[in-house]
């Protein structure tokens, strides 16, 4: 069999589906659609907080620390003057009108008020400054209490926001990786034959983490963001529009770049993602090949071609590396020249009289907040790539309809129909995995139950593919495979499977204990059916001998027993499946002759009053079945007992002696 092991996913890419994934991605974030709404407006609220910071600034600086500039001390029109500040007090105060009264020349009274210029404050004593200053430094302590007030809510609706995006964004991961999960398990064997590994560990992985991502840190922040930006142009327009406009100058240059980085970024995230799959998918291959590549000396070859790939995505993070490189302090560059455009322009203003300090000071706040929203924006769109480029990839597989076509809801067999198998059937069966390489050709046989069937061949000739096909993990190209005279696609893969139990070659076991890898998820077993179980299957020596029995806990793929125990273990979990039909799969290869003895009795007893489908490499295997199917370059070539095969001395007959 050959299949296609090339990256299939990554070569369907290549076009923005950003809105249209964000739209895919609606669904699994509709279910938390009042936590995010409570987030939004959370972000807007502290969007307003942030916004009042600057202005507190200007409040204070406007009308506690430097008075406002008057023109002698009354509105003048005429340009030619120069600007004073004066420092307004009420006389109302005694301690104010004994200052006043020591220093009548300084001073200039208004009804019941009187001024006194900025440079003449500095004549006075310091205690009497304090004193006329008095009002102000109140003021001072209430806009401190304003200013403090306004940090603390911002820190708690930025916490309570965070914890509610940090929720939201798990249980969208969590949803989202349970689809993908459950997806994954019902796809076609034909699926996992053309994806390694470690591409689909990728995506449930790296990717779904991805999409947390998202999720947490862009969605809330690009409302923050925008909020912002938008927040800002408005108060810069009220503070002075003349002054914002001239600051506004620099937006489409950082539009353009914004344009630029766009394009540039997502064809480097879309790389990234593939150089990380590939990276996961040779390492994979290098842990489960490890034995291979160590017997044929094999490792500096695959180091060199481990470290090309490593190269390649450190070439492709570089790139990345040097479009943050350029947008980033490009941002930054505009973002100086509008607060130097805003420090000359502003800075005349304030020295003519028609922009106060506090003005001026608040509007360069607003200006380095007015660029932070812009790098943020690009560093979340550095999240959003990434997130889109996972995205595109979670969603080809769970786009992938790599599955065997279910029956319709009028065609389903009923459960009457399965209730004991009593014949399977192949009916003209032709079968190829790819294209015209065809496997097996015009099958024709019955398997009736309490039968055993043999099937032997040499290597190639298409033995484990009946196999495939009795359990469904592929359908036949042509003809027809009958479960008691209707149609197999007419059945519930479920349906059928449960009544059946599969002794493979190479067993996989669970990193589970032996229990586990027997029973599957069955907690209710008796001690006294355990037992029995394995006394059946041969495996009560092997269980005896391990410190903590069936509990003992088995290494990944069951590698820390012997090839012969795994058989052992896989007999005796077909066993616990109590089924009707039992397939063998080249049970008894690479084994030695004492556990192959033990491996035939489990056989024996699990066989008993069962139907059978033996596949054989070894002929001694299959001499005491009642038939023998021998099959070659997937044709059938003879049916028939043993002593009916020998003695017709043809294609058996020859592979005995061959075996001989």
């Not at 019902?186 to 590994?197: G, K, Q, W, Y």
């Not at 481990?306 to 943050?324: C, D, P, S, T, V």
């Not at 502003?346 to 660029?371: D, E, P, Q, R």
């Not at 696609?489 to 599969?502: N, Q, T, V, W, Y």
């Amino acid at each position: 069999m050959r299949t296609d092991y090339g990256y299939f996913e990554e070569k369907q890419l290549g076009k923005a589906y950003d809105f249209k994934l964000l739209r895919r991605l609606y669904p699994f974030a509709r279910p938390f659609g009042g936590l995010l709404l409570w987030s939004i407006l959370l972000v807007i609220w502290i969007t307003l907080l942030d916004l009042s910071i600057p202005y507190v600034t200007k409040v204070a600086i406007d009308r506690y620390i430097v008075p406002q500039i008057e023109r002698n001390g009354r509105q003048s029109d005429q340009t030619d003057e120069m600007p004073k500040r004066f420092l307004q007090v009420d006389l109302k105060d005694p301690e104010v009108g004994r200052i006043v009264s020591k220093y009548p020349d300084l001073f200039r009274r208004q009804g019941s008020t009187t001024q006194i210029s900025i440079e003449a404050i500095a004549r006075l004593e310091e205690n009497e400054i304090a004193t006329l200053r008095k009002r102000d430094l109140s003021g001072l302590a209430m806009i401190s209490a304003i200013f403090l007030f306004i940090i603390v809510l911002n820190f708690i609706f930025n916490f309570i926001q965070k914890v509610i995006m940090e929720y939201t964004g798990h249980m969208i991961m969590h949803q989202l990786r349970l689809r993908l999960f459950t997806h994954i398990q019902t796809l076609s064997i034909e699926f996992f034959t053309r994806n390694p590994v470690g591409r689909l560990v990728t995506r449930v992985t790296n990717d779904v983490q991805n999409m947390h991502e998202l999720f947490t840190t862009l969605l809330a922040f690009i409302f923050k963001d925008l909020f912002l930006l938008f927040g800002i142009a408005a108060v810069l327009i009220v503070l002075n529009w003349k002054l914002a406009l001239a600051t506004f100058a620099v937006i489409p240059v950082v539009f353009y770049a914004s344009i630029i980085f766009a394009h540039k970024a997502r064809d480097v995230f879309r790389m990234l993602r593939i150089k990380i799959a590939e990276i996961n998918t040779r390492f994979s291959e290098t842990i489960s090949g490890i034995k291979v590549i160590q017997l044929f000396d094999h490792e500096k070859q695959n180091f060199r071609e481990f470290k090309q790939l490593n190269h390649e995505n450190y070439l492709a993070g570089m790139r990345q590396i040097r479009i943050l490189g350029i947008f980033l302090p490009a941002i930054e560059l505009l973002g100086i020249t509008a607060v130097a455009i805003v420090i000359f322009y502003g800075g005349s203003n304030v020295l003519a009289g028609t922009l106060s300090l506090g003005s001026l000071v608040a509007f360069i706040s607003y200006m380095k907040m007015f660029f932070r929203p812009i790098r943020d924006l690009a560093e979340k769109y550095n999240v959003l790539q990434n997130a889109m480029a996972s995205a595109e990839r979670i969603f080809l597989i769970l786009d992938s309809d790599s599955r065997l076509p279910q029956p319709a809801l009028t065609a389903v067999a009923t459960g009457d129909d399965l209730r004991k198998i009593k014949e399977i059937t192949f009916d003209k069966v032709f079968f190829s995995y790819i294209g015209d390489e065809t496997v097996l050709k015009n099958i024709n046989f019955t398997v009736r139950a309490g039968e055993t069937v043999g099937v032997v061949g040499p290597t190639g000739a298409g033995k484990t593919s009946l196999i495939n096909l009795i359990t469904r993990f592929y359908d036949p190209t042509s003809g027809r495979i009958l479960i008691n005279g209707k149609n197999i696609r007419e059945f519930d893969p479920s349906d059928f499977r449960s009544k059946m139990a599969l002794v493979m070659q190479d067993p996989f076991l669970f990193s589970e204990s032996i229990r586990e890898n027997i029973f599957k998820g069955n907690g209710h077993v008796s001690e006294a059916e355990m037992e029995k179980i394995l006394s059946l299957s041969n495996c009560k020596g092997l269980t005896d001998r391990l410190p903590q029995g069936p509990e003992t806990v088995l290494s990944e793929g069951g590698l820390s027993i012997s090839s012969g125990e795994r058989q052992l273990i896989s007999i005796a979990r077909a066993f616990a499946r109590n089924p009707q039909l039992i397939l063998f799969d080249e049970a008894t290869s690479y084994i030695d002759s004492q556990t192959e003895i033990k491996i035939q009795q489990a056989l024996q007893n699990l066989m008993k009053d069962r139907t059978a489908v033996i596949i054989a490499h070894r002929l001694s295997t299959v001499r005491h079945a009642d038939r023998i199917i021998v099959l070659n370059q997937g044709r059938i070539l003879e049916t028939g007992s043993h002593e009916k095969l020998m003695a017709n001395k043809g294609f058996y007959y020859r592979l005995n002696q061959l075996q001989g």
